[in-house]
């Protein structure tokens, strides 16, 4: 029996606190932020839509519960959200929304209004961007057809965005209507009428905090508007907003006429702390360090990371996920880790250390709050919680197995066995909650082995710098017909035996080597060997015997012995988690190793973040990954040089580039979009922060 956590308990389908109002024809939540309305994938169960239906056939017995969708919130926006519970009231409320009677009060905090104001009504014509990003355009500069031109850009902003609206649904969405009713209106403009009335709550400086009543439904409406107007709102990414956990952005209340009674109503959600913490302390507090001094606001802060792994922990071919990211989860210097039916706290931040108290006992309570009365109400729901102290910079070595860094046993609850497994995509993986600061499998890599399976049917694979072969296991699942598991530590390599043992592996065709990875490369290259997919995860620094290694200056170095053992058509998985290292830097890396090893390469692009690895406000995500696919043909030779003298146009002519040099790839950036301008002795750990 694997061990999990009672996912029901931790993770309910809906919470009734969410719950504003019902009725025989009404259904109106307070919808937390991170959940989206309705997500476009059907097989996605994670949106308000999906989980609401599954609360009511959980606590009601509806078994196909109706609910009608005629407005939508955005994911990251929280608040009042309403749907119809009876194919009969779809008209009434239908015409309310069509017909712009539907009263919207929107709360959002911006900057950017030192020593200004904003207009009372905001106008402008909404026009689409790039990425499900729109663009907004003056109202009075919008051309009439046949005069050309798309009218200017207000401040110059066209962002890129990544969020789009979901599908459809049972109902349809007001914003769809007026986007039909704003083509008729503007006939000879282009994009759709948008007006916002706009009123100052409170100020602090260049801080606000905003009443905002829409008076059309277009994507995007109130998010647009204020960047265009030099105050995006906080936390917007996609509009240039400043980093903060989350947008500050919250639907307050929505009024209508009842449509079975025609009473007017008006529904009223509760105003989310963020908002004011962040008028008060702006950017220099607003970034969560403050809520580590609150143990209430550290449990909240960890609820919330948790009710947002809703589908993670849904899944039932996986126990093992980040239950919290640090920052990015609005608790910087602190990660905590779900494994089985216990949890792993990691600290790495001054803060964070003098929070321990208050943070270990918010992850031991997690589910513990039940109706009065009910069974096991207030019992422990986790087992048992381990801490990790890691060094604040990733250069600094320590002894991982002492105790002051990683205790052996649980400081909270009751300990894990020594070894116990742990499932990812139905595959087992060995795990050692007590065994140093690393546990046996880096949960960030989670989707790149999905990945791996996907590409490993018939491949030759080669996993270097393998810890325990989790890597491996995911390509010998997806069918690889050879693999070769490279690491120096022997401990590491008997565990990756016991993980392939477990997935049944053939040793003979499958096999672990105890080697230095830079000799093992030279070995192989020289005797010819190649491999149709490599997988290359090195720590940021390590020392052996033999040599010494820094992602940051040798990655490059380390690219070109790899790609000396890639067959035509292969692949490179190339990762780090190096901070000092950027995407568009292992681009480089990645690029300048196949240069070196005169390598074409078809295609290199990066892979999309772990939902669970959530980045800092304003930074990277710390685990980068990028696809790189070697050309069929070898890289083709170079112009001869030119004579020595002047060019056309009077330059001094360039030599030709070596004829090592390969074909330019076709590179790709986030989205695939175009690219913009352990384990020996004495070896750094391996660990994930």
């Known amino acids: 029996m694997i061990p999990r956590l009672p996912v029901q308990v931790l993770w309910p389908h809906w919470r009734p606190a969410w719950v504003l109002h019902e009725d025989a024809d009404l259904l109106v939540v307070n919808k937390p932020a991170g959940i989206s309305t309705h997500a476009p994938e059907p097989e996605r169960s994670d949106d308000a839509w999906s989980r609401l239906r599954a609360f009511l056939e959980e606590t009601r017995g509806e078994a196909d519960a109706y609910l009608g969708i005629h407005q939508r919130l955005d994911r990251d926006t929280s608040g009042v959200l309403l749907f119809t519970r009876r194919r009969e009231a779809n008209p009434a409320v239908a015409r309310q929304f069509e017909g712009r009677s539907v009263e919207k009060t929107y709360l959002a905090v911006v900057e950017g209004l030192e020593g200004r104001s904003l207009p009372a009504v905001l106008r402008h014509r909404l026009v689409p961007g790039e990425d499900g990003a729109m663009r907004a355009l003056p109202l009075e500069a919008a051309p009439t057809r046949g005069k050309g031109g798309g009218g200017r850009e207000v401040q110059g902003r066209e962002v890129q965005g990544r969020e789009r609206q979901g599908r459809g649904g049972q109902g349809r969405e007001a914003s769809e209507r007026e986007a039909r009713g704003g083509a008729r209106q503007g006939r000879g403009a282009p994009g759709q009428e948008a007006v916002t009335r706009c009123r100052v709550l409170e100020k602090r400086g260049g801080r606000a905090l905003l009443e905002l009543r829409p008076e059309t439904g277009r994507t995007h409406q109130i998010r647009v508007q204020l960047a265009a107007e030099g105050a995006p709102i906080v936390g917007d990414r996609m509009y240039g907003g400043a980093a903060a956990p989350r947008l500050l952005l919250h639907a307050a209340a929505l009024g209508l006429r009842h449509p079975a009674t025609g009473e007017a109503v008006v529904f009223r959600a509760p105003v989310p702390a963020e908002l004011g ?55 910087p210097g602190v990660t905590v880790d779900v494994y089985g039916e216990h949890l792993v706290v990691a600290l790495s931040s001054e803060e964070a250390e003098r929070a321990r108290e208050a943070i270990l006992d918010a992850a031991f309570g997690l589910g513990r709050g039940g109706a009065e009365g009910e069974d096991g109400a207030g019992a422990p729901r986790v087992r048992g919680v381990y801490v990790k102290h890691r060094p604040k910079h990733a250069s600094v070595i320590v002894d991982s197995r002492k105790d002051e860094f990683a205790p052996r046993v649980a ?32 949960l960030d890599q989670r989707e790149n082995r999905r990945r791996v399976r996907a590409l490993a049917g018939g491949a030759r694979v080669l996993n270097l710098f393998a810890y325990t072969g989790a890597f491996t296991v995911a390509a010998v699942a997806g069918g690889a017909r050879e693999s070769v598991t490279v690491d120096v530590s022997r401990g590491v390599l008997a565990w990756a035996q016991r993980n392939l043992d477990a997935v049944g592996a053939d040793p003979e065709a499958h096999t672990v080597v ?8 030279r070995a192989a290259a020289k005797a010819g060997d190649q491999f149709d997919l490599v997988l290359l995860d090195p720590p940021s620094y390590a020392t052996t015997k033999k040599s010494r290694f820094s992602a940051e200056s040798d990655y490059a170095r380390l690219a070109a012995l ?99 040099a390969p074909a330019a790839p076709h590179d790709k950036g986030p989205g695939s979009h175009g690219a913009r301008p352990a384990r020996p002795a004495r070896q750094k750990p391996r660990g994930r922060s």
Request: glycine residues 12%.
């Open 514 to 521: 105890e080697a230095d990875v830079f000799a093992w490369l």
């Open 411 to 442: 400081v909270r609850g009751e300990s894990a066995p020594e070894a116990f497994t742990t499932l990812e995509g139905g595959l087992p993986f060995e795990v050692r909650l007590g065994d140093g600061l690393s546990t046996g499998i880096f």
């Open 562 to 660: 790899v790609f000396a053992v890639i067959a035509p058509g292969g692949r490179l998985l190339a990762c780090t988690n190096h901070r000092g290292i950027s995407r568009a830097m292992l681009r480089r890396r990645v690029r300048d190793g196949a240069r070196e090893a005169g390598c074409a390469l078809e295609q290199l692009k990066d892979l999309p973040d772990p939902v669970d690895f959530p980045p800092e406000p304003g930074a990277e995500p710390h685990l980068k990954s990028v696809l790189a696919t070697v050309g069929r043909e070898p890289a083709p030779p170079a112009p001869p040089a030119a004579p020595a003298g002047r060019g056309p146009a009077g330059q001094t002519a360039r030599p030709a580039r070596p004829s090592s």
């Open 277 to 331: 913490a962040w008028l008060e302390a702006g950017s220099e507090e607003g970034t969560g360090a403050e809520v580590l001094r609150d143990p209430v606001a550290v449990q909240q802060a960890l609820e919330g990371a948790a009710d947002r792994r809703y589908a993670l922990a849904h899944d039932e071919g996986l126990t093992a996920f980040r239950l919290a990211h640090g920052g990015g989860d609005g608790l």
